[in-house]
């Protein structure tokens, strides 16, 4: 009997009442939608920049000069390869060119061409007329003094990486060459813990891990988390403003109802679970149109990231963030519906009947 009531309460036609309930379904599904993808966008940004920073850029564990067979034979189940860096000029702008070979794990997808002899960002790719680049570094002159030196080097290919522009924009790819006094090598060690950084030191490797060359980024990290929360905390308190606002307003319209049920006998604790029944099914409906919203805007934030950082992320929906949001709108929804409720029962049943006859 209750829920039969709630249902016919909360989307019957008269008074207008299924367009009031659908309004604040629709608000609270889009007001749920844009939090979740909110969230999402963050959680890619703030949770999966070390993971790509680790796999692309810096490596678990990164060693100066050549220890490749050395690593192997410490860590088996390691992906260890040898890398070279230089800095160089092009186009007026500063780069670093690492040179790789075949064994090179760093994530490179190669989307035109391929790495025989240069590969540039997108950027470069698409900018140079003759498909060459003349690239500045600084080499090593009959003096031994270090010197600039020009070079103009075709283009292979172009690749991009799920790092984004901030590391492809800012390095070229070419072979290790078999000189390499110019270059400083590297030997990098992916697929172990960071830890055995400090054992490797004492035996004497001049060795980093990733987190230790990328610490400065953790301050920023943690400051844009507490910035995150407190959007977040924004975002949900707007949410209920406005969600309080529509079950006042929509609460004051059925006023005329409530007096008809208590002067049919119904007692006041079954009226009270009608009302509070039916703005739950409300709230359920929005909750429902809030994840198809939600799997409807996700690529919207895909594409915003991509436009804000270059990268290609992978957004999902925040299922256990979803859950946890749903359960504190029902439950603010009914405390907001109780509060009402018992604003209502204040009220005598035979003013709020003349009110009614007077206004029809």
């Not at 909110?38 to 940004?45: C, D, K, N």
């Not at 009959?142 to 990486?161: C, N």
């Not at 035996?203 to 987190?211: F, N, P, V």
């Not at 409906?285 to 939600?294: C, E, H, R």
């Amino acid at each position: 009997m209750i829920l039969f009531l709630s249902s016919r309460y909360s989307f019957s036609r008269t008074s207008g009442h299924r367009s009031r309930a659908m309004r604040i379904a629709l608000a609270t599904a889009l007001s749920l939608a844009v939090l979740m993808v909110t969230i999402s966008v963050m959680e890619y940004l703030q949770n999966g920049r070390f993971e790509r920073i680790r796999d692309i850029q810096s490596f678990d564990i990164t060693i100066a000069g050549d220890c490749t067979a050395e690593m192997r034979e410490a860590f088996p189940d390691a992906s260890v390869f040898l890398y070279g860096e230089s800095e160089a000029l092009a186009l007026g702008n500063a780069y670093t060119v690492r040179y790789i070979d075949s064994s090179y794990d760093g994530s490179l997808i190669i989307g035109e061409g391929d790495a025989s002899t240069l590969l540039v960002p997108y950027s470069l790719y698409f900018h140079t007329a003759d498909g060459s680049l003349e690239i500045v570094m600084m080499k090593e002159g009959r003096s031994g003094m270090k010197l600039p030196s020009a070079e103009r080097v075709p283009i292979s290919g172009a690749y991009y990486t799920v790092l984004g522009s901030s590391f492809d924009n800012s390095t070229l790819f070419m072979p290790l060459p078999d000189e390499m006094n110019d270059i400083e090598l590297f030997t990098a060690v992916k697929g172990v813990d960071s830890s055995n950084a400090e054992r490797l030191r004492a035996e004497g490797y001049d060795c980093l891990s990733w987190k230790e060359k990328e610490a400065g980024l953790y301050a920023a990290f943690a400051a844009e988390k507490a910035m995150m929360y407190v959007v977040l905390s924004l975002l949900f308190v707007i949410i209920l403003v406005s969600l309080k606002s529509n079950v006042r307003v929509f609460f004051r319209a059925r006023t005329g109802e409530w007096a008809e049920l208590r002067a049919l006998g119904i007692g006041k604790a079954d009226v009270r679970a009608v009302f509070l029944f039916s703005f739950m099914l409300i709230a359920l409906l929005g909750i429902v149109l809030g994840l198809v919203f939600t799997a409807l805007m996700i690529p919207l934030g895909r594409s915003f990231v991509l436009y804000l950082t270059g990268a290609r992320p992978e957004l999902a929906l925040p299922y256990s963030s979803f859950f946890v949001f749903s359960i504190l709108i029902i439950a603010f929804t009914v405390l907001f519906a109780w509060l009402e409720a018992r604003k209502t029962e204040k009220l005598e049943i035979a003013e709020v009947l003349a009110d009614e006859a007077a206004g029809t």
